[in-house]
């Protein structure tokens, strides 16, 4: 699948509406994921998903993990909230051609990564190999997690170029 080219002006979208839909709305749930994470604690305990986000940095030292999310979590936080109002802003952009800049194309493809790990733990799947949840119910987060894994690859090797 070829849906990010690179080329002078920038990376040139080619994306039919269907997936660009799906992506909005994906986006469109992270951001609302986010805006329950003032207290990244307590949203982790009430979804998973939250710590997949924002994970301890410190797993064997609660304190020191205490600490560095502190200091950190307003920046990450921020940070996953811009790359997936980067993901919607794209997607749900009129342009044609749609072509991004570099920053934007990267922030693009870290929101591709958040997304990834919220379906990951929605569909069971932890590490390298796990093929998740098959369930008729999960049948479309499956789709759309190997649908964005092949839209990294893709997106990557456009900004290699």
């Known amino acids: 699948m070829r849906v990010f080219r690179s080329t002078k002006s920038g990376i040139r979208v080619h994306l039919d509406p269907a997936p660009r839909i ?12 986010l805006d329950g994470t003032a207290d990244v604690e307590t949203a982790a305990a009430l979804d998973p998903a939250v710590q997949r986000l924002i994970p301890d940095a410190y797993p064997h030292d609660p304190e020191a993990s ?6 950190t979590q307003t920046d990450v936080l921020e940070a996953k909230r811009a790359h ?5 802003d794209t997607f749900t952009a009129d ?8 920053a934007t194309a990267e922030s693009v493809l870290r929101g591709f990564t958040d997304l990834r790990l919220v379906l990951a733990e929605r569909l ?14 999960s049948a479309f987060a499956q789709q759309l997690y190997w649908l964005l894994g092949a839209l990294q690859e893709d997106l990557v090797a456009s900004l290699m170029r």
């Open 66 to 71: 205490d600490e560095f999310r502190r200091l």
């Open 84 to 88: 997936a109002t980067a993901i919607r």
């Open 22 to 33: 799906a992506l909005v709305r994906l986006a469109e749930e992270m951001l609302e994921l």
């Open 95 to 102: 342009a044609d051609p749609l072509v991004l800049d570099t």
């Open 124 to 137: 069971d799947i932890h590490e390298d190999g796990d093929e998740g949840r098959s369930d008729s119910d």
